[in-house]
T-cell receptor, first 115, second 115 residues
Framework: KAGVTQTPRYLIKTRGQQVTLSCSPI?????VSWYQQTPGQGLQFLFE???????NKGNFPGRFSGRQFSNSRSEMNVSTLELGDSALYLC??????????????FGPGTRLLVL | GESVGLHLPTLSVQEGDNSIINCAYS??????FIWYKQESGKGPQFIID?????DKRQGQRVTVLLNKTVKHLSLQIAATQPGDSAVYFC??????????????FGQGTILTVHP
């Protein structure tokens, strides 16, 4: 089975711009979670999607949003970028059959640098 | 609160030694725990998981111990190899509907294995 794919791998943007990141989960997995990783705050949960529905959301401003498509692929969007949004954004693929208590398999991440 | 990655604990061992990485969790409602390994430039890689109805689980060269009384988790790596050098994270998932897809991560421990 192919692993989790995230595109692009690296991205440089300027303040005020917006960005869209993409994640393709493992074939057959139905749920996707997104995380932000920074040196100062570590790994923090952004949101989770299952069957095109957001079921859970972390403590991030409304500038962070996401969606999931019928093929389980997911995108996240950050609008009006700030310098503090520079981070590694990680997508996790989840089987989606056990109501949350499942192993999450991470992709390689998208490294976003905001200048 | 969420994980804070300010000053990561470090553990240095010699090749062939056994390593023990510790993690304290705060939420007594957490019922699923995972250990991840993250190498530089990569996403977290699943190592082993354990549910709250167990106190020990073994994998290949790794053992996870769970002490619910003191809310403590440990990862034991036998015969540590240079390829085990990485940052190790524990993560917890809480029971209940609002926890869908949300893992709360520890700050991480840097393991360095010297040949």
């Amino acid at each position: 089975k192919a692993g989790v794919t995230q595109t692009p791998r690296y991205l440089i943007k300027t303040r005020g711009q917006q960005v869209t990141l993409s994640c393709s989960p493992i074939s057959g997995h139905r749920s996707v979670s997104w995380y932000q990783q920074t040196p100062g705050q570590g790994l923090q949960f952004l949101f989770e999607y299952f069957s095109e529905t957001q079921r859970n959301k972390g403590n991030f401003p409304g500038r962070f949003s996401g969606r999931q498509f019928s093929n389980s692929r997911s995108e996240m969007n950050v609008s009006t970028l700030e310098l503090g949004d520079s981070a590694l954004y990680l997508c996790a693929s989840i089987p989606g059959s056990s109501g949350g208590k499942e192993t999450q398999y991470f992709g390689p991440g998208t490294r976003l640098l905001v200048l | 609160g969420e994980s804070v990655g300010l000053h990561l604990p470090t553990l240095s061992v010699q090749e062939g030694d056994n390593s023990i990485i510790n993690c304290a969790y705060s939420n007594s409602a957490s019922d699923y725990f995972i250990w991840y390994k993250q190498e530089s430039g990569k996403g977290p890689q699943f190592i082993i998981d354990i549910r709250s109805n167990m106190d020990k689980r073994q994998g290949q060269r790794v053992t996870v111990l769970l002490n619910k009384t003191v809310k403590h988790l440990s990862l034991q790596i036998a015969a540590t190899q240079p390829g085990d050098s990485a940052v190790y994270f524990c993560a917890e998932n809480r029971a209940g509907g609002t926890s869908y897809g949300k893992l709360t991560f520890g700050q991480g421990t840097i393991l360095t294995v010297h040949p």
